[in-house]
């Protein structure tokens, strides 16, 4: 079973989780097509308007957002491994070799640090992503539930004194996606926070290795202590006063 496979499985149980909806378990309730009619023409021509715009606008999101996870899914199917070349004999003597030779091998392991960091940040990215596109599915069903409330409002206001539309029932189908949004929305926050940590663990890493590559190899201890008694030394040294010719 591939990785891709497993991925497109979780979302669907995601979005069937998130959005009875979609997956058959809730069927959207609507205002019945006789009763709309019963509507007067202009009242219905300006609600229809209004929410016309409204679900176009949840219906576009909900195409960038899809978009956005086909991305991120190819991102990290794409993602290449960074490695790090030998870079052959190295000139001096014994104790420059060993220090060079621990120099790559710290450039080898900020390396594995940033293709550690960058695939925990794709990952990261991804599950943010699909989480965004889950909300998305619910901004679309509330707003439709919110568009079929207002239409059974309007019913309500042309239906004889004698009965009663059921108005409470598409004003409680409304607060009920509306919740599941929230809790959509929550959940897609949180998984952006752990994208964006994901996403300042990989500068660092980055900066790391750079930083690394600036400053190069250590020198030996011996080295560092011949610098150190030579650079002592000039601080020691008498400074001859300047002699000025007139």
Not at 71 to 96: H, I, K, M, N
Not at 213 to 229: D, H, K, N, S
Request: aromatic share 8%.
């Amino acid at each position: 079973m591939s990785r891709s496979f497993v991925r497109w499985q979780g979302w669907v149980l995601l979005c069937c989780a998130g959005l009875g909806v979609a997956c058959g378990s809730t069927r959207m309730r609507s205002v019945q097509p006789d009763h709309w009619q019963a509507v007067p023409v202009a009242w219905r021509e300006k609600i229809e308007r209004v929410h016309a715009a409204v679900i176009a606008g949840a219906e576009e999101e909900r195409r960038a957002a899809t978009a956005a996870v086909a991305e991120a899914r190819r991102a990290l199917d794409r993602r290449v491994v960074v490695a790090t070349r030998a870079s052959g004999p190295v000139e001096g003597d014994q104790v420059w070799q060993e220090a060079w030779r621990a120099y790559e091998r710290e450039q080898a392991a900020a390396l594995a640090r940033i293709d550690s960091s960058q695939q925990a940040w794709l990952h990261a990215l991804l599950r943010w992503r699909e989480r965004r596109l889950a909300a998305a599915d619910l901004h679309v069903a509330v707003v439709r539930a919110d568009f079929e409330l207002a239409k059974a409002e309007a019913v309500s206001g042309y239906t004889p004194g004698d009965e009663d539309y059921d108005v409470a029932g598409f004003r409680g189908q409304f607060a009920r996606l509306h919740e599941s949004w929230w809790q959509a929305r929550q959940r897609a926050n949180a998984a952006r926070a752990a994208a964006d940590a994901e996403s300042r663990a990989l500068a660092k890493a980055k900066e790391g290795y750079a930083r690394l590559r600036r400053e190069g190899p250590t020198p030996p201890a011996a080295v560092q202590a011949a610098a150190q008694i030579e650079a002592e030394a000039l601080r020691k040294k008498p400074v001859v006063p300047h002699m000025h010719v007139w």
